[in-house]
């Protein structure tokens, strides 16, 4: 059963909204590990849209589960993570004019940065993960630059429907066993709510969940703590029997 890691980017939305200081991501951060969240995500944006730099420093500070960055594959995002040391960094592609990651990182694109950043931040003692399209190609590079864990990108099966999500859910499970032939962990994100969680959930070898947006939108609603909680009871359900 994979362990959930909340994404907390859009209680950061929220506040810059007025550009002040609440709601406070820290807070909701220690809210959702109280409630059973197994990591923090953040992503510092190089727009720096939603989370701060000042966020991330407390976060690396408070976090008492596992604290996850995502980042672009850039120097100067590099050398922020260098010296925050979260557990794990996620490179991920950006587009200044996008609403939301849209697509996995074209891993061979950034081949030259990623081959000297993988080795200082394993050095580190930080794991490194890639987020991915679930294709052969950008697992077969993850697995030649010697990156620890693929994320499997989830956007298309979250908007597929009908035939076409089942199509999607298969490229994700043949993309982790795959990313597994490698020796690669395992984990998937994006797009994914409290209704599509549970097939994605089920799939071999994924060990980590990063979803955000359907958890700080139902917390909203019901509050965080509930929020997160019916999420790690959605994944549960996931667990085999004997579990
Ligand atoms: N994984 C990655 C790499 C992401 O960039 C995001 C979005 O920031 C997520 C997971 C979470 O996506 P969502 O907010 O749609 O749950």
Not at 64 to 72: D, G, M, R, V
């Amino acid at each position: 059963m994979p362990r959930l890691h909340v994404n907390i980017d859009h209680v950061a939305t929220l506040r810059q909204a007025r550009q002040g200081n609440l709601p406070d991501p820290v807070f909701a951060a220690g809210l959702a590990e109280l409630a059973g969240a197994n990591g923090i995500t953040v992503h510092l944006r190089e727009d720096r849209r939603h989370i701060r730099e000042r966020d991330v420093r407390i976060l690396k500070e408070t976090v008492k589960t596992l604290l996850n960055l995502e980042i672009s594959a850039t120097p100067e995002m590099v050398k922020f993570a260098l010296e925050i040391q979260p557990d794990q960094v996620c490179f991920v592609p950006e587009r200044r004019e996008e609403l939301t990651t849209e697509g996995g990182l074209c891993v061979a694109d950034y081949a030259d940065i990623l081959q000297s950043a993988i080795p200082s931040l394993k050095n580190a003692g930080i794991e490194v993960s890639l987020f991915v399209d679930p294709m052969p190609e950008p697992i077969e590079e993850a697995a030649r630059l010697d990156a620890d864990i693929v994320e499997l990108h989830t956007g298309a099966y979250a908007n597929a429907t009908g035939k076409a999500k089942e199509t999607e859910l298969q490229r994700l499970t043949t993309a982790a066993n795959y990313a597994q032939e490698f020796n690669l962990r395992v984990n998937a994100g994006h797009g994914l709510d409290f209704d599509n969680v549970l097939p994605v959930a089920q799939i071999r070898h994924i060990e980590e969940l990063n979803i955000g947006y359907a958890i700080i939108c139902r917390s909203i609603y019901i509050g965080l703590d509930q929020a997160v909680r019916e999420m790690q009871d959605r994944i549960l359900a996931a667990a085999p029997e004997d579990f």
